[in-house]
């Protein structure tokens, strides 16, 4: 680590160049410094400014200066088709003539629903939200409404939305491995959930004993099958199977948020791949082809509780869900354009598989090459590089990161000409763009190495993909 001065220094200098190449965004930045806090609606704003959009298409993205970009972030990976899709932007169009919000049904819907229970294993029913973080809401309330217990494990590291009982342990992590702390990380979270969480480990069979030890009082384990926000890390198959044996064993339910994961991963998402069912799914991002939207699904016991019955004047669902723009048509335009394309035309998915082989395998060369010390974690279309001494099992082994190189590395590939986001490909990106991206990775590790800020081996260094 350079000393605090030069490391400022470095930030500013870079940070200035940002300003230079987007002086429109810079502009904008400043007027929304007035009007929302610290001048955005995100918990995280890149520094120092966020990209102001002008247009998207395909695998790229314009900013209001001029400025295109390589697209690895996706709409926040929803746009598995890359952005403005024609299936996607038509059925938009279409659906803008009929009407864009009704409080009745819709046949699409019911369409989008079938899709969804064809695909996902273990779902016989599903029940649509506006949002990854009330389908995860929803999923805790569904299973503490069915076992009658009071808590809920998750696994450090993970991200499941703004949602109050799950904002723990995603970013300050501590504590044995058996019996990892529950830290609150956002301020204002109510004492009750922080009495009803449990945080387990990713990746590490201690996780298995905490659940058969707090078995009794729990009512669910909640896990993304690969983490996504803490840097693309996959499960082990085996801790995936390890935690739906040691749910199975003591009557919780398994809850996977595939927020993420649904229909980027495969056909049947990250529970087909992987050949371990939940309970109950949560999905998001790709079943609305960039629309607001969530939903959560399962076994059809289960999710009946959220309606209520047909008979009886005043009947009430068991469990609270719904919303005014909940399965708005919209939504189900877009989404259902998304996956009829994805699963009906064939290839996109080995396609998405061959192109994220491709990102990881060329970035795993360049490390080897310049000898930098680097890893590239992911799964299909899922990417994402750690400056790391050991290649990352676990959000833990992130703790080793080259912090300041880190920040850096994102703004350099910014100026390169490349928004990293978690680390996505889409079906628009080409051969062509996955060498772009890992070209200017390759000019913003040599100005990392340049500045003195990466540790470099003789030998070369680099996980294998
Ligand atoms: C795994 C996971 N779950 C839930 C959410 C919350 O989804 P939303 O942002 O749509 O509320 C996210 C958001 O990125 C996520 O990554």
């Given amino acids: 680590m350079p000393p605090e001065g030069r490391a400022a220094e470095l930030l500013e200098s870079a940070y200035q160049e940002l300003r230079k190449a987007r002086p ?34 395909g695998a790229y993205l ?38 864009t919000h009704f409080g009745p049904a819709t046949e699409q819907a019911v369409a989008l629903a079938e899709t969804i229970v064809t695909a996902v294993p273990g779902a016989e029913r599903v029940s649509f939200t506006n949002s990854g973080t009330e389908a995860t809401l929803a999923a805790l309330r569904l299973a503490r409404a069915v076992t009658g217990r009071r808590k809920v494990a998750k696994v450090e590291g993970a991200w499941h939305g ?8 995603f970013t300050t992590l501590s504590g044995p491995l058996g019996r990892v702390d529950a830290n609150v990380d956002s301020a204002g979270v109510s004492h009750g959930a922080i009495a009803d969480v449990v945080v387990l480990p990713f990746n590490d069979e201690a996780a298995l004993s905490r659940i058969r030890e707090e078995g009794p009082e729990l009512a669910c384990v909640i896990v993304e099958p690969v983490l996504g926000g803490a840097g693309c890390i996959p499960a082990s198959p085996d801790y995936l199977k390890g935690l739906r044996q040691a749910c199975d064993e003591v009557g919780a339910l398994l809850v996977f948020d595939e927020v993420v994961t649904g229909f980027r991963l495969g056909p049947h998402s990250a529970a087909g791949r992987y050949g371990v069912a939940a309970d109950v799914t949560t999905l998001g991002k790709a079943i609305g082809g960039g629309q607001p939207v969530g939903a959560v699904c399962g076994r ?11 008979t009886g004047v005043g009947s009430r669902a068991v469990v609270g869900a719904g919303g005014t723009f909940a399965c708005n048509p919209m939504t189900v335009a877009a989404g259902r354009a998304q996956l009829s394309e994805l699963l009906s035309v064939p290839g996109h998915y080995e396609r998405l598989e061959v192109l994220g082989d491709r990102m990881r395998r060329g970035l795993t060369e360049l490390f080897a090459r310049r000898g930098t010390q680097a890893h590239v974690t992911g799964l299909g279309s899922m990417f994402r590089v750690h400056l790391t001494p050991t290649r990352p099992e676990s959000p833990r082994d992130l703790v080793m990161a080259n912090g300041l190189a880190t920040h850096l590395l994102r703004v350099y590939l910014e100026l390169e000409g490349v928004l990293r986001g978690m680390g996505f490909v889409s079906t628009a990106h080409t051969e062509d763009d996955v060498d772009r991206v890992v070209a200017a990775y390759d000019a913003a590790l040599g100005r990392l190495e340049s500045e003195g800020l990466l540790e470099t081996s003789r030998e070369p260094v680099g996980s294998t993909p």
Avoid at 25 to 53: D, F, Q, S
Avoid at 85 to 97: I, K, M, N, W
Avoid at 300 to 310: C, Q, T
């Fill in 300 to 310: 059809a016991d289960l999710m009946e509780l959220l309606v209520a019955p047909r």
């Fill in 62 to 99: 314009q900013d209001v200066d001029g400025n295109r970009y390589i697209d690895c972030n996706l709409g926040q990976g929803a746009l598995v088709l890359g952005n403005s899709h024609p299936a996607v932007v038509g059925a938009l169009r279409s659906q803008l003539s009929r009407g």
């Fill in 162 to 169: 703004a949602n109050e009982y799950l904002l723990f342990s």
């Fill in 24 to 57: 429109q965004g810079a502009a904008h930045y400043e007027r929304a410094c007035k009007v929302l806090p610290r001048g955005t609606t995100r918990a995280r704003y890149w520094e120092p400014m966020p990209i102001y959009v002008e247009r998207a298409e």
